[in-house]
């Protein structure tokens, strides 16, 4: 074993790169395992860190056997020798393709969101991966990003076989690796930890670079204007963020909310932004009459949404829900209005049944998640489902009661929830 994982790796990398440092220099790194290796350089060279998005091209009968590689700008590598070696068809050819380019058109709406690609004009750009075997998909990389206009590109990897510059034919001006072994069979085999890497692992990544560098994030105590009322909250958007999704809190809860502050905590690891308020006064929440009123609630979401809307560096930025509990209701009726531009709901252990009137009007699409050990709030969440008639999906998470307070079960909300958003925005 040569590393221990991923971020071990980019930070003997980095070693490698020192050179590099005070220089124009954007670091790209291919989703999804190079992008924690391609994050430890940027923050050694203090560069931006941007992906460079390319796909494989799978032996049909063998798919772990790239054949070949696309990127962004309709680049293509193929691989000669494999293709004879297993007699691939045109045909074949093109099917995996096909395939191939939606998934790369999805990665990079989910990836970048509303933000422009970085830019490479004149500039040195170090394209990073967690390993090289074939060389495809590297070779894939160092064409797109010359047609995107770097005027340099170093091409670094952690391991690769002996002799492997070679492979590139020219394509990067300048190669680092840290090993190079004679018997080389796969790229896990030098790492103690080769676990694939979440698409949420590398929106987090993106999301660290950007706030490190400075760029615009916010993270403030706010003021939500609601009629004629003042609404206290707290407003975190990481920049380059996708959309931000508004919370409702259930009966008895604020802003302050334990629970929805961590699953707060890992939207924004995953760059996406959040903004936890409180639906009612102080003088309004001691009535609770008003706590369970979902109308009410509804609309105090609808105006945080509005507020939401104008405030800069912000407007314009899609829109998601997080309601837990009764707040789940107010969550779906406020997204079931006509006028309303919300791009996906989730509830956590929500009551979308107090909501009934409006279920069959929500547009947006809409995640169930309940606990395991929560049955009857299980069988009115699959009553609530069968109301809904927009896209929308029931998780169950084992184990987990209501408040989903069983070591694990709240970070597995977090993950869907994240998932779900940044999949929808």
Same mark, same amino acid.
């Given at each position: 074993?040569?590393?221990?994982?991923?971020?071990?790796?980019?930070?003997?990398?980095?070693?490698?790169?020192?050179?590099?440092?005070?220089? /124009?220099?954007?670091?790209?790194?291919?989703?999804?395992?190079?992008?924690?290796?391609?994050?430890?350089?940027?923050?050694?060279?203090?560069?931006?860190?941007?992906?460079?998005?390319?796909?494989?091209?799978?032996?049909?009968?063998?798919?772990?056997? %790239?054949?070949? %590689?696309? $990127?962004?700008?309709? #680049?293509?590598?193929?691989?000669?020798?494999?293709?004879?070696?297993?007699?691939?068809?045109?045909?074949? @050819?093109?099917?995996?393709?096909?395939?191939?380019?939606?998934?790369?058109?999805?990665? +990079?709406?989910?990836?970048?969101?509303?933000?422009? &690609?970085?830019?490479?004009?004149?500039?040195?750009?170090?394209?990073?991966?967690?390993?090289? +075997?074939?060389?495809?998909?590297?070779?894939? =990389?160092?064409?797109?990003?010359?047609?995107? $206009?770097?005027?340099?590109?170093?091409?670094?990897?952690?391991?690769?076989?002996?002799?492997?510059?070679?492979?590139? $034919?020219?394509?990067?001006?300048?190669?680092?690796?840290?090993?190079?072994?004679?018997?080389?069979?796969?790229?896990?085999?030098?790492?103690?930890?080769?676990?694939?890497? =979440?698409?949420?692992?590398?929106? !987090?990544?993106? +999301?660290?670079?950007?706030? +490190?560098?400075?760029? *615009? %994030?916010?993270?403030?105590?706010?003021?939500?204007?609601?009629?004629?009322?003042?609404? !206290?909250?707290?407003?975190?958007?990481?920049?380059?963020? !996708?959309?931000? #999704?508004?919370?409702?809190?259930?009966?008895?809860?604020?802003?302050?909310?334990?629970?929805?502050?961590? #699953?707060?905590?890992?939207?924004?690891?995953?760059?996406?932004?959040?903004?936890?308020?409180?639906?009612?006064?102080?003088?309004?929440?001691? /009535?609770?009459?008003?706590?369970?009123?979902?109308?009410?609630?509804?609309?105090?979401?609808?105006?945080?949404?509005?507020?939401?809307?104008?405030? &800069?560096?912000?407007?314009?930025?899609?829109?998601?829900?997080?309601?837990?509990?009764?707040? %789940?209701? !107010?969550?779906?009726?406020?997204?079931?209005?006509?006028?309303?531009?919300?791009?996906? #709901?989730?509830?956590? *252990? $929500?009551?979308?049944?107090?909501?009934?009137?409006?279920?069959?009007?929500?547009?947006?699409?809409?995640?169930? @998640?309940?606990?395991?050990?929560?049955?009857?709030?299980?069988?009115?969440?699959?009553?609530?489902?069968?109301?809904?008639?927009?896209?929308?999906?029931?998780?169950?998470?084992?184990?987990?009661?209501?408040?989903?307070?069983?070591?694990?079960?709240?970070?597995?909300?977090?993950?869907?929830?994240? *998932?779900?958003?940044?999949?929808?925005?």
């Amino acid at each position: 074993m040569y590393f221990t994982d991923r971020t071990d790796a980019g930070r003997q990398l980095a070693a490698r790169l020192d050179h590099l440092k005070g220089h /124009d220099v954007v670091v790209l790194g291919l989703p999804r395992g190079g992008v924690p290796v391609a994050e430890q350089v940027a923050d050694a060279l203090g560069a931006p860190l941007d992906v460079c998005l390319v796909r494989k091209l799978g032996v049909p009968f063998q798919p772990e056997l %790239a054949m070949g %590689a696309i $990127g962004e700008g309709d #680049v293509r590598v193929l691989n000669d020798n494999v293709l004879a070696e297993t007699g691939v068809s045109g045909r074949d @050819i093109a099917a995996v393709e096909e395939r191939e380019r939606a998934l790369l058109r999805r990665r +990079a709406e989910r990836y970048r969101g509303p933000t422009p &690609p970085a830019r490479l004009d004149g500039r040195t750009a170090v394209v990073v991966d967690d390993g090289l +075997a074939t060389g495809a998909t590297a070779l894939a =990389a160092c064409r797109v990003v010359r047609a995107r $206009g770097a005027a340099r590109i170093v091409l670094a990897v952690p391991v690769a076989p002996a002799g492997w510059p070679a492979r590139m $034919g020219g394509e990067a001006d300048e190669t680092a690796s840290v090993h190079e072994p004679e018997f080389f069979y796969a790229i896990g085999q030098f790492y103690e930890d080769f676990s694939q890497t =979440a698409d949420e692992e590398v929106l !987090a990544c993106l +999301a660290r670079n950007r706030a +490190a560098r400075g760029q *615009g %994030a916010q993270d403030a105590e706010v003021s939500i204007e609601a009629g004629e009322l003042r609404l !206290a909250g707290h407003l975190v958007v990481p920049q380059g963020a !996708a959309g931000v #999704v508004l919370f409702a809190h259930g009966s008895g809860s604020s802003r302050h909310s334990p629970r929805n502050r961590a #699953v707060a905590e890992e939207l924004n690891r995953a760059g996406l932004g959040t903004l936890l308020f409180d639906l009612l006064t102080e003088e309004e929440a001691a /009535d609770r009459t008003n706590v369970f009123d979902t109308e009410l609630l509804a609309d105090r979401l609808a105006r945080a949404t509005a507020w939401l809307g104008g405030r &800069p560096g912000v407007g314009g930025l899609r829109t998601g829900y997080f309601g837990a509990s009764t707040g %789940a209701a !107010a969550a779906l009726w406020a997204a079931a209005d006509p006028a309303a531009t919300v791009a996906a #709901v989730v509830s956590r *252990g $929500g009551r979308p049944d107090l909501a009934g009137p409006r279920l069959a009007d929500v547009r947006a699409p809409t995640l169930l @998640i309940v606990g395991g050990h929560d049955p009857l709030v299980v069988e009115l969440n699959e009553q609530a489902q069968r109301r809904l008639r927009c896209e929308n999906e029931l998780v169950v998470v084992p184990g987990a009661t209501h408040l989903f307070e069983e070591p694990g079960t709240l970070e597995r909300v977090g993950e869907l929830a994240a *998932g779900w958003f940044a999949d929808h925005f």
